[in-house]
């Protein structure tokens, strides 16, 4: 299991790509310094596509935008963000929320329910709140749900497409070079 699964509030709906990226932009509007935080253990492939996605964010070369790749303890970069100063920080994490392979959405923290077998050292919910409050930030998580793989394989089309149109919409929202592959 990794990092977290949402609590259930009935049905949860599947934001369209068109949806987050209108949901994303609103929150970054206004964002000229803005810490992108990948979150996961690379080495389990249903937990990586936080590092993944943070990586190919940093490939992308956006002013304003600094990438921190915290792994399975995001609570670790607490003191570089707050040297950073970021207006917004961007956490970015494999997340079940029992939608289909490849969903990306925006996620509550109030939604964050720690799992047993969870990879983070702190639950998610209490880092967000943490930075929120000693940073005096907005913080943003996005999760990204994994496809069911067996360790040691690459991305899946799905996920692959999933992280390809987070970057997308990210280079859309605050500019930068869009890379063909990251």
Do not use: C, W
């Amino acid at each position: 299991m990794f990092g977290y699964r949402l609590r259930s509030r009935g049905k949860v709906r599947q934001n369209v790509l068109k949806t987050f990226h209108d949901r994303l932009q609103k929150r970054l509007t206004g964002a000229r310094r803005i810490a992108v935080v990948g979150i996961g253990d690379e080495l389990l492939p249903i937990d990586r596509l936080g590092m993944v996605a943070a990586r190919g964010i940093e490939k992308v070369h956006i002013p304003g935008i600094r990438v921190f790749l915290a792994g399975t303890m995001p609570e670790s970069i607490t003191g570089p963000l707050r040297k950073f100063h970021p207006d917004h920080v961007l956490m970015i994490d494999a997340a079940d929320m029992g939608t289909p392979p490849g969903t990306v959405a925006i996620i509550q923290p109030g939604r964050i329910q720690a799992s047993l077998f969870s990879t983070h050292a702190l639950p998610l919910s209490a880092v967000m709140e943490f930075i929120k409050k000693d940073i005096k930030t907005k913080v943003t998580l996005v999760g990204i749900q994994p496809e069911n793989a067996i360790e040691g394989m690459g991305l899946s089309d799905r996920e692959q497409d999933a992280i390809s149109g987070l970057l997308a919409s990210i280079t859309r929202i605050l500019g930068g070079n869009s890379p063909e592959k990251f």
